[in-house]
């Protein structure tokens, strides 16, 4: 069964750079870039950031980007801001014995 | 504008059932497939069951840890995702969102719209 492996939290002040990793393996991510992002606020529904891993959905901000190299997928958030802060996803189509898979999470912190 | 609105969440003694309902708008529901996420409190994401759209023959699939208790459906005469939910555990509790799928082939689909989540509590 695919397991991604996400950092447990990550921080960064305003106006600075932070990258998410999403670690899978050689027959996920590793083969194909197709990881989602997704952004959550405490008590909302979550809002995807980044689609077949370096896509970004109309209105999402361009300071948002996905990349991959290797097994891992990579969630890089630039000229952060406070409302960034959140709770961060990453989510694969892992076959047909796994189907979806969501990574165990990531809190953003803007210091 | 694309609205999902899931509701039917509430408390259920172990071993009891659940319905909940999904009511969409603002797009061509039978084409899409559907789906449902939840959350247990203060823990992450979790791919709970997916429909597929016309164009895959509406066929279903289930995580293991539901396989067997949950069964999702659509009725798309009423624009309405569902997931009964039977033989309910205290480890099933968890906010269940319902998500729109999107994209090409099944490998490529995102979760682009979400509900605002309904609260289903297994506890006796």
């Known amino acids: 069964q695919s397991a991604l492996t996400q950092p447990a939290s990550v921080s960064g002040s305003p106006g600075q750079s932070i990258t998410i990793s999403c670690t899978g393996t050689?027959?996920?991510?590793?083969?194909?870039?197709?990881v989602s992002w997704y952004q959550q606020h405490p008590g909302k529904a979550p809002k995807v950031m980044i689609y077949?891993?370096?896509k970004r959905p109309s209105g999402v901000s361009n300071r948002f980007s996905g990349s991959n190299s290797g097994n891992t997928a990579s969630l890089t958030i630039s000229g952060l801001q406070a409302e960034d802060e959140g709770d961060y996803y990453c989510?694969?189509?892992?076959?047909?014995?796994?189907?979806?898979?969501f990574g165990g999470g990531t809190k953003l912190t803007v210091l | 504008e694309v609205q999902l609105l899931d509701s039917g969440g509430g408390l259920a003694q172990p071993g009891e059932s659940l319905r909940l309902s999904c009511a969409a708008s603002g797009f061509s529901f039978s084409i899409y497939a559907m789906a449902w996420v939840r959350q247990a409190p203060e823990k992450g994401l979790e791919w709970v069951s997916t429909v597929t759209g016309s164009g895959g023959g509406f066929n279903t699939f289930y995580a293991d840890s539901v396989k067997g208790r949950f069964t999702i459906s659509r009725d798309n005469s009423k624009n309405t995702l569902y997931l009964q939910m039977n033989s309910l555990r205290a480890e099933d509790t968890a906010v269940y969102f319902c998500?729109?799928?999107?994209?090409?082939?099944?490998?490529?689909?995102?979760?682009?719209?979400w509900g605002l989540g309904t609260l289903v509590t297994v506890s006796s």
């Open positions: 050689s027959s996920d991510i590793g083969s194909y870039n197709l």
């Open positions: 989510c694969l189509y892992a076959g047909s014995s796994s189907f979806w898979v």
């Open positions: 998500a729109k799928a999107a994209g090409g082939r099944i490998q490529l689909w995102h979760f682009d719209y």
């Open positions: 077949e891993g370096s």
